[in-house]
């Protein structure tokens, strides 16, 4: 419980400074990401060595695609006004987007399950998005107390 309370202080400090370098800001969520995921998949310190480094190729792996894909298009909620052949394109590119990030994930489950057990993999991936989510809401949370 204590570690949770310091991942949120982690999260909450990340949203209140808008001046730091997005580097910096980057690196704060990851260390609260690598302390969150830990903590929710109880791993022991021979799990831990052994998944770190494969988390953070797929990690990596996974970032790499949203950033060409989102390069390409732009990040999503960007209202753009596409034409007909552009939405198309569009539309077969983010289906492709997404057929690739399955085939990432499909990839590193056997490497995962290597060091995980199969319940601790189906934890992985509900603290991936209970994480994404605590972010989005810290996030609100910001945008809403400067109105």
Same mark, same amino acid.
């Given at each position: 419980?204590? =570690? #949770?309370?310091?991942?949120? $202080? +982690? +999260? ?14 980057? *690196?704060?969520?990851? /260390? &609260? ?9 109880? %791993? @022991? ?15 990596? /792996?996974? =970032?790499? $695609? ?14 753009? @006004?596409?034409? *007909? &052949?552009?939405? =198309? ?10 057929? &690739?990030? !399955? ?7 056997? *490497?995962? %399950?290597?060091? %995980? ?16 989510? $605590? #972010? !989005? ?7 809403? @107390?400067?109105?």
């Amino acid at each position: 419980m204590k =570690r #949770l309370l310091l991942i949120i $202080l +982690i +999260i909450a400090g990340f949203t209140a400074s808008n001046a730091q370098p997005q580097k910096e800001r980057f *690196e704060r969520i990851h /260390a &609260a990401k690598v302390s969150y995921i830990t903590d929710k998949l109880n %791993l @022991t310190s021979e799990q831990a060595a052994r998944f770190w480094p494969v988390y953070n190729q797929y990690d990596d /792996a996974i =970032r790499s $695609l949203r950033r060409s894909y989102f390069d390409k298009y732009g990040q999503p909620g960007q209202n753009k @006004t596409l034409s *007909e &052949a552009e939405s =198309r394109k569009y539309i077969d590119d983010n289906l492709n987007f997404q057929e &690739a990030q !399955l085939n990432l994930k499909r990839k590193y489950k056997d *490497e995962f %399950l290597k060091v %995980l057990t199969p319940q601790q993999l189906a934890q992985l991936y509900q603290a991936e998005r209970d994480f994404k989510g $605590l #972010l !989005l809401q810290q996030l609100k949370d910001k945008n809403e @107390t400067k109105k």
